[in-house]
């Protein structure tokens, strides 16, 4: 009797630790027309050749691929709307991650347009001022859109080390530590002394 509840707590032990060693996470978010993700399995270690599913809104596989040897995935997609990714690791493990859509603001070409019509309209059609203004208008958007990208770029750089270190946090987090085992196979046990106890009961 003794060596059953010696080999049941051994095998219960091994199969909790087993079973939440291979659970598996993953994560992505957008850089522009980019999506980048990583998978992992609970104790950290990178889901190495596994599936990566995209579904659309509507539940319709859009793209797949699979995560390289670090564990992550990277393509390029024209989807704006929000996706669901499936990272399938065999055997039954499974990992799930919803992500939003991008919110598309009404276009800088769509509003300098509107405000040049309006511009053109009080002004006289051939007018000297009215072509300088224009010039003066072309050369400002060009300004704009390159300062947009230095500063995109320059945001990048100083965001990269902090975006790196909220992916280690996650990953940290996700993984299932020596004490949550021992606390889930506590807590089996404790079921099973309570059926014990209510058998023992009932006999007696």
Known sequence: MRFLIIFFILFLFLFTDIGFSHKINTFAYREGNRIIG??????????IKCRVEL?????????????????RYSFVLKEKGSLKIKVIAGEGHLAE???????????E????????????SKAPKKSYTNKL???FE???NIDKKEIKKLVKEAVKEETEGIKNLLI????????VRLHDIIGGIGYIFG????????KYKKRY
């Open 38 to 47: 990583e998978a992992y399995f609970a104790d950290g270690s990178p889901c």
């Open 55 to 71: 579904y659309n809104k509507e539940g319709n596989k859009i793209f797949q691929t699979i995560t390289d040897e670090k564990g």
């Open 97 to 107: 991650f919803e992500l939003e859509g991008i919110k598309e603001p009404e276009s």
């Open 109 to 120: 070409s769509k509003l300098s347009k509107t405000s040049k019509e309006k511009k053109v």
């Open 133 to 135: 203004s224009q010039s």
């Open 138 to 140: 072309v050369v400002s």
């Open 168 to 175: 280690e946090i996650k990953k940290d987090m996700d993984k």
């Open 191 to 198: 079921i099973w002394g309570i059926i014990i106890l209510l």
